[in-house]
Antibody
Framework: EVQLVQSGAEVKKPGDSLKISCKGS????????IGWVRQMPGKGLEWMGI????????RYSPPFQGQVTISADKSISTAYLQWSSLKASDSAIYYC??????????????WGRGTQVTVSS | QSVLTQPPSASGTPGQRVTISCSGS????????VNWYQQLPGTAPKLLMY???QRPSGVPDRFSGSKSGTSASLAISGLQSEDEADYYC??????????FGGGTKLTVL
């Protein structure tokens, strides 16, 4: 069974650093891209970026380039999303999702349950 | 502003058929396939439709999708109370980014 298990909720202060995780299981972790999606309170889904754990090829959505870092450790089947200096506006739920494919067509077929990040002084 | 445009809300009574539209452009929907995601209250999104009109295993055939030109739509027939959720259309761009619609909140009256 494919699963993406995300790390638990975080409460941080502005200026803190943070790294959240997404551990894949039940499939070949190095063969599928893993994406990150932000959902701010009461808002829609926003695409942040994606990583291929096989070679760590990483692409960022323009609004998030330079704001976050996406990485992966294939030895432990885990992808990460990190911030060096959090802002209150980073408060949101962050989802990881696997990029599945079928005959050249792509979609986000499995999602983690999300990590709630709260940034408040 | 989302790249793909959806109505913010839709509603219907049990048993009715409702449709949710998704409008884009030649650089996204016009040249890519559309996927739909369902987000039940308080839960993570779930893949509902892929490649415009393909249902993943386990998705009831009450859900159907279509695409024409730069627009796509999701139809739900035989509406049920458990269909009350947010629905998002999405498409990939050429840079491995996903463009999402703003989401449609479906209310079952």
């Amino acid at each position: 069974e494919v699963q993406l298990v995300q790390s638990g909720a975080e409460v941080k202060k502005p200026g803190d650093s943070l790294k959240i995780s997404c551990k894949g299981s039940g499939y070949s972790f190095t063969s599928y891209w893993i994406g990150w999606v932000r959902q701010m309170p009461g808002k829609g889904l926003e695409w942040m970026g994606i990583i291929y754990p096989g070679d760590s090829d990483t692409r960022y959505s323009p609004p998030f380039q330079g704001q976050v870092t996406i990485s992966a450790d294939k030895s432990i089947s885990t992808a990460y999303l990190q911030w060096s200096s959090l802002k209150a506006s980073d408060s949101a739920i962050y989802y990881c999702a696997r990029r599945g494919y079928d005959s050249g067509f792509y979609y986000l077929d499995f999602w983690g349950r999300g990590t709630q990040v709260t940034v408040s002084s | 502003q989302s790249v793909l445009t959806q109505p913010p809300s839709a509603s219907g009574t049990p048993g009715q058929r409702v449709t949710i539209s998704c409008s884009g452009s030649s650089s996204n929907i016009g040249s890519k396939t559309v996927n739909w995601y369902q987000q039940l209250p308080g839960t993570a999104p779930k893949l509902l439709m892929y490649r415009n009109n393909q249902r993943p295993s386990g998705v009831p055939d009450r859900f159907s999708g279509s695409k024409s030109g730069t627009s796509a739509s999701l139809a739900i027939s035989g509406l049920q109370s458990e269909d009350e959720a947010d629905y998002y259309c999405a498409a990939w761009d050429d840079n491995l980014n996903v463009v999402f619609g703003g989401g449609t909140k479906l209310t079952v009256l």
